[in-house]
């Protein structure tokens, strides 16, 4: 692997983990609200999607449940936006 390649996989991993870090941050805050929780839902899911974009271009070969859960995250990043639509101002 060049070092170009070892830089960008360095760089996106931590850039998913750090998103995870921030979902569980956000999620377990106190005080806890409802907006609070969704947006950890929107970081986790957009991290887990950045995650297995990672994981397909440094190999191909990953498993097809990998792929499925990166749709799934796909999925579920319109709903977890609901709040951000709702609300009064």
């Given at each position: 692997m060049a070092t170009l390649d070892q830089l960008l996989l360095l760089v996106s991993g931590l850039g998913g983990l750090h998103g995870l870090l921030l979902a569980g941050y956000f999620f377990?805050?106190?005080p806890s609200a409802w907006v609070n929780r969704?947006?950890?839902g929107l970081?986790?899911?957009l991290s887990i999607r950045v995650l297995k974009s990672v994981l397909f271009y440094f190999?191909?070969?990953i498993g097809k449940q990998i792929l499925q859960l990166g749709l799934s995250a796909c999925f579920l990043i319109?709903?977890?936006n609901f709040p951000a639509f709702?609300?009064?101002i």
């Open positions: 377990f805050r106190q969704f947006l950890a970081i986790l899911m190999n191909p070969a319109g709903p977890l709702t609300r009064q």
